[in-house]
């Protein structure tokens, strides 16, 4: 079927570039070894003269700068088809997250206009609908916030406490998945001031529970954690006992656009922003961000640790920890 | 009552979809997940009481597990040809064609129109009905081409000897040549009455199941006697 065959060729022609690059490579290595072999001044066929000296020397170096030169343009041919290849799971994930909902909403409400209904079977529509809604409203939201927080450092630092902040995450969290209160475990001092952007943050940690909600298996069982250090460093740790993931992944999940697995399988909502939006934030306080997962299946640990600490006013209980 | 096999992982839509092909009469069956349904449509083992057989499939694509262009892959190979409705957020020409390519029979993109779906569910069974020679009309089940013998009703083609599985589409643009014998049958209307799209829809789908009818039923596809190319118009299916 040609059609089907030019469309799958069309889809990832960049693949065969890169193969070509590693041919390339090969050959330049073969060349090296043979030149190593062949003109080396040790060689037993020929007299050592120092011509032959520098021509051995000059040419060894030529080879291994052609070597350089191949792998570096391999190196970024790579980085790019990689980028492509996420960039169109981008649109693919956000085709379906805007659509998807779009889609059950026209259907209910065809159905509404097309067909007579009891009143309880209209309510029951009506909460569809508006879960669609909330879901369209979210996807539209973290493509705003990559867009909006993407390399940008926190313009005016205010203070603001994190305890407080994440407590409230956590409360919406539980609220928004319709939670009981102890999926969500949250371990934090009564205060903790910190400087930095009240409402970026509060979108960080929220990405952050939502992963772990998400990637929950059948039951959600998160634990949180705010704690300050002795370096003036606050940090937020949300781990979960969900899906987890491969050390293999690990270096990549902060990229943009990035998604575990094909997306035309997918198995999770979501447009590969989250974890993005989160590093984002974070390093616009200049802060870090570290995840961990013990495997595939046994969980996920994300820690934002963020400097900035304001020290507590004598007489304030900061230390003290607080059970929400 | 005709039986459809939903294949969905979205609950929205599958609680909404079903909802209205049952208020429609129809028995509907939802899986939410690729592998399940390629079990479901094509069993490795045949299980010891075979479940019902569907009379159409409506099929997600990007699905967790397996796509759906993948499942409709999978079940032509494994023998199953009931009509397949693709519904899918890609909605996009060359999605479409590869959809078809791969064995579906109707693309629906969404968001889509109720009324649309319902008709298109209905056209399906209609078509598979009316091509099995079940439907209205003097359609007879079995007819004979030069030295094949084309059973409608259960969609095979025999020819010397070797027989053919005949998909819904085959049989259908089939049915639509041997019904206007003769005569030239122009290409937008063959993509309408086939495929359901528009008479102007850019594509070569028509053109390359012509030239698998023409494996199944000449001596040298490339010097085709029977089914003839009616240059700039359409094809047409010479008497014997």
Known sequence: MPEASQLSRSRRPKWHYVAVGVGLIVVAVVLTVAWQILAAPNSAHAGVTPARVVVYFFGSLLFLLLIAGLVLIVMLLLREVRLNERQSNFVSAVTHELKTPVASLKLYLDTLEYRELPADRRSEFYRTMRQDIDRLNATINSVLNAAMYTDRPVAEPRPLDLARLVRRAVDLTRTRFQLPPDAIRCQSPERLMLAGDAQALETAVLNLLDNAVKYSKDQVQVEVEVWADEDGQAHVRVADHGVGMARTQLPFIFTRFYRIGAEVRRSRTGTGLGLFIVRSIVKGHHGTITADSPGPERGAAFTVSLPGLIPAADGEPAGEAAHV | ?240
């Open chain 2, 1 to 240: 009552m005709s039986r459809i096999l939903l294949v969905e992982d979205e609950e929205h839509l599958a609680a909404g979809i079903r909802f209205n092909l049952e208020l429609d009469g129809y028995e509907v069956e939802t899986i939410g997940d690729g592998l399940a349904a390629l079990r479901r449509l094509a069993p490795e083992t045949p299980e010891p009481t075979p479940p019902a057989p569907v009379d159409l499939v409506l099929l997600d694509v990007m699905l967790p597990g397996m796509d759906g262009f993948r499942i409709v892959e999978r079940m032509r190979r494994a023998g199953n040809y009931a009509p397949v409705l693709m519904l899918t957020a890609k909605g996009r020409p060359e999605d479409l064609v590869e959809g078809l390519e791969r064995g579906a029979d109707d693309y629906l993109p969404k968001p889509f129109d109720l009324p649309v779906l319902l008709a298109r569910v209905k056209g399906l069974i209609r078509r598979r009905d009316w091509t099995r020679g079940l439907g209205e009309g003097d359609a007879a089940a079995s007819v004979r081409v030069g030295e094949a013998e084309i059973d409608f009703a259960g969609f095979e083609l025999r020819r010397r000897g070797e027989s053919f599985r005949l998909t819904l589409l085959e049989a259908t643009l089939l049915r639509l040549l041997v019904q206007r014998r003769g005569e030239v049958v122009g290409k937008g209307e063959i993509l309408e009455k086939v495929w359901n799209l528009n008479a102007d829809t850019e594509t070569r789908a028509v053109d390359n199941f012509v030239m698998r009818l023409r494996r199944y039923l000449e001596d040298d596809p490339a010097r085709p006697r029977l089914l003839q190319t009616v240059r700039g118009v359409g094809y047409r299916l010479m008497q014997d």
